[in-house]
């Protein structure tokens, strides 16, 4: 009779071991004549040996399913419809690594204060605990941590440390270029106050960069744990990734004795992996990608940063609508540059008018007009009245009195932009069309119908001149402009741009729903 056996291969050295050449070509060919084997592998070596010409083993991913019934048979626990629920958490939690869905449920097996429904909290609570818990029998001689040991030992030092430092963020998309930013250019010491210069875990930053960023090359230590099936390397968008299984990521983390030490330089790694840029959508999704790893450092770690670093991090967290603690970081930040340097210092201006974004942001519009006002008296005084930044900080505080109903001041203020905008850029350049195209909602709100449609229009005109009819501000100028005929009653106008608007679109993208008349 053919019955069924399930090895449990574990991911990593397990299999280099156990299912080595010798195994494959002696054991498992006498036990196939009787015996239906399954195995579950991700081990470079195991698979390219498994499918050699003269080697019959099939291998595969290890299914959500079958995981559940492994965990189920090894719990001793019913198939009712409460326990696949339950059971189907924690695979998931442990994604169907097969030795850990194992090792799971034999942990709640021989725990009588373990069940199915508390143990995915023992898990996140003891994970070295349940890690290294050992299956009874001759079968199963394995504990999760033991068989990853087997893989983290024969590393090499850079690759150990690389995947400590993976192991403090969180364990899915660590953007391999937030590495070479930090270890490439990073913080430099005009970066770092004087008061900072000591910050803690910069020693330990500046030898991880040593190691991992000059005397070793990182793609060729992520080839080195791609090796031992450690990491996944993901190419297939624009920033390359790397991302760990959680269980791999848990017995990482075990493997690191002095955390205090590595914690500090962790998290100066990534805000230094930052990008700074203001335009560029690179960097734009870059910062995106790193929300998941900031969010997953504490938040007392990241107020230990210096104010750059706090800096970065507050505006990954406000460019993705975090802004609770986009503010306390800029906050701490503006305190800080306040103390230390002043508030006439230049860096200290850009965060109280980083920090006024924040607050219009959560809709404390009431401080964000009242650290706005300061910024603009401060740079009046500083830099003058014609200024680009002082210009920019008044169109600001235009729109936050707007924001605030406070529309004859937004419209004496934006007056005065625009007038030095054209003096100093021209009617043409695209901060004076901002201008215009703001006060003509100023206009609009004021119930000056026919001032603000004339701006509007300047703005669609001189927008179709320079940008072409068929760029994205073009067809939003004169999307806007055809609301405003909308609301002062001229429908017939307002339809035929609304028109006019939809068949360039059409050209633009073709049949769409965005493109069809509601």
Request: aromatic letters at 6%; hydrophobic letters at 35%.
């Amino acid at each position: 009779m053919i019955g069924d056996c399930n090895f449990v291969g574990n991911e990593h050295a397990v299999l280099q071991y156990a299912l080595g050449k010798a195994l494959l070509e002696t054991r498992l060919r006498f036990r196939l004549q009787s015996t239906r084997v399954k195995f579950w592998s991700r081990l470079r070596e195991a698979m390219q040996l498994a499918s050699s010409p003269h080697c019959n083993v099939l291998f595969g991913d290890l299914d959500e399913g079958s995981a559940i019934k492994l965990l189920l048979k090894h719990a001793h626990k019913e198939t009712s419809g409460d326990n696949l629920k339950l059971a189907g958490k924690i695979v998931n939690a442990l994604e169907c690594q097969a030795l850990a869905v194992c090792t799971a449920g034999a942990y709640i097996h021989a725990k009588s204060t373990c069940s199915l429904d508390t143990y995915y909290l023992d898990f996140k609570q003891k994970s070295r605990k349940t890690l290294k818990h050992k299956m009874t029998g001759e079968s199963y001689p394995w504990t999760v941590y033991n068989a990853f040991m087997l893989s983290f030992e024969q590393l090499s030092g850079p690759a150990k440390l690389l995947l400590q430092i993976c192991s403090w963020l969180h364990h899915t998309a660590t953007p391999v270029e937030m590495f070479q930013n930090a270890f490439n250019y990073g913080f430099t010491e005009d970066d770092f106050h004087e008061a900072e210069k000591e910050i803690m875990g910069r020693a330990k930053m500046n030898e991880i960069i040593n190691c991992l960023g000059k005397e070793n090359d990182l793609l060729e230590i992520i080839d080195e744990l791609g090796t031992f099936s450690l990491v996944s390397y993901n190419v297939h968008h624009e920033h390359p990734t790397l991302s760990h299984h959680a269980v791999i990521h848990s017995c990482v983390y075990e493997t690191i004795s002095l955390r205090d030490n590595i914690v500090p330089a962790v998290t100066l790694i990534l805000s230094s992996g930052t990008p700074v840029g203001h335009v560029a959508e690179h960097d734009y999704a870059l910062r995106r990608k790193l929300l998941i790893h900031v969010s997953h450092i504490s938040m007392d770690d990241l107020e230990h940063l210096p104010m750059e670093g706090q800096t970065r991090v507050a505006r990954i967290f406000y460019e993705s609508g975090y802004w609770t603690q986009a503010e306390k970081l800029q906050t701490k930040v503006l305190s800080s540059r306040t103390e230390l340097v002043g508030e006439h210092h230049p860096s200290t201006l850009t965060s109280m008018i980083n920090l006024a974004g924040i607050y219009k942001a959560r809709g404390k519009t009431e401080q964000a007009e009242k650290l706005q006002e300061t910024v603009l008296s401060l740079q009046k005084e500083l830099l003058g009245e014609h200024h680009p930044d002082t210009l920019t900080s008044m169109n600001n505080l235009a729109l936050t009195y707007q924001a605030r109903g406070k529309t004859e001041q937004a419209e004496k203020l934006l007056e005065t932009v625009l007038s030095l905008r054209k003096e100093l850029l021209g009617e043409h350049h695209a901060d004076t069309l901002t201008v215009i195209n703001n006060l003509a909602f100023t206009y609009h709100d004021l119930g000056k119908t026919e001032q603000a449609e004339r701006l509007l229009e300047t703005v669609m005109s001189l927008q179709k001149e320079i940008l072409g009819e068929l760029h994205s501000y073009t067809l939003t100028s004169m999307t806007n402009l055809a609301l405003m005929y909308h609301a002062h009653g001229k429908s017939m106008q307002a339809e035929k741009l609304h028109d006019e608007v939809l068949s360039l679109q059409k050209e633009q993208v073709g049949e769409h729903p965005s493109t069809q008349r509601p």
